[in-house]
């Protein structure tokens, strides 16, 4: 989550894919937090190739589009765990790598 005001990207916690309301659980949350994008990590190949795991994000995202009308992007994930790794502070390795991720996005944005 960030506040584009300020540009902080803070950690907002986690939902996992597998959960039956997923989609109704985001949808509810960007109503909510008055969304106007959604960013999505992109685990890439270490050769710039779409893998499986590149596959079930897409398909996470247009199921998504059912659901919620923003627009939604895609940035390279790699390394982002890595670098979350290596950083201190209480957030789980996800919410960190997913502050990476919007980062990188918000950066490239500007």
């Known amino acids: 989550m960030t506040d ?3 540009d902080i990207v803070f950690p907002f916690g986690t939902m996992q894919n597998f959960e039956p309301k997923v989609f109704l659980n985001i949808k509810d949350l960007v109503l909510k937090e008055d ?3 959604i960013v999505f990590g992109l685990p890439l190949g270490m ?3 779409e893998t499986e795991a590149t596959g079930r994000v897409r398909t ?5 589009k059912e659901h919620v009308d923003v627009p939604m992007h895609f940035v390279d994930e790699r390394f982002s765990t890595h670098e979350a790794n290596n950083m201190g502070g209480e957030s789980s390795v996800d919410e960190k790598s997913a502050m990476i991720i919007l980062e990188s996005y918000l950066s490239k944005k500007v």
């Open 35 to 37: 969304f106007e994008e």
């Open 4 to 6: 584009t005001d300020l």
């Open 60 to 64: 996470f995202a247009e199921k998504l």
């Open 47 to 49: 050769n710039n190739e």
